[in-house]
Nanobody, 121 residues
């Protein structure tokens, strides 16, 4: 069992940057792959990026070259650095713990409460 808490969401102008943080309640290093998802109303939750337990990162095409996912297993946190934000990045962003074999990510039922990112001028 692991509890996840996201933070860092905000209102930002197009072209701006944000850094999201997810804190886990227990050790994640060597156990869980971690991921960021996002969701807008009336749409399915979308996988944005994930990082394997060995630190290999994968991204959705829509965010590749703009977002960076990192993990710090010493403090049991993951981060999502979001650059050159666009209006279509507006969503609630969720942290997840799961398993991964390279690009194939499988979420487990460990979700945070989400943090709102709004990109608007």
């Amino acid at each position: 069992q692991v509890q996840l808490v996201e933070s860092g969401g905000d209102l930002v102008q197009p072209g701006g940057s944000l850094n999201l943080t997810c804190v886990a309640s227990r050790r994640i290093g060597g156990i869980y792959a971690m991921a960021w998802y996002r969701q807008v109303p009336e749409k399915q939750r979308e996988l944005v990026a994930h990082i394997t337990d060995r630190g290999r990162a994968f991204y959705a095409d829509s965010v590749k070259d703009r977002f960076i996912i990192r993990r710090d297993d010493i403090v049991d946190k993951i981060f999502l650095q979001m650059n050159n934000l666009k209006s279509e990045d507006t969503a609630v962003y969720y942290c997840n713990a799961g398993t991964a074999f390279n690009r194939d990510y499988r979420p487990m039922n460990y979700w945070g409460q989400g943090t709102q990112v709004t990109v608007s001028s």
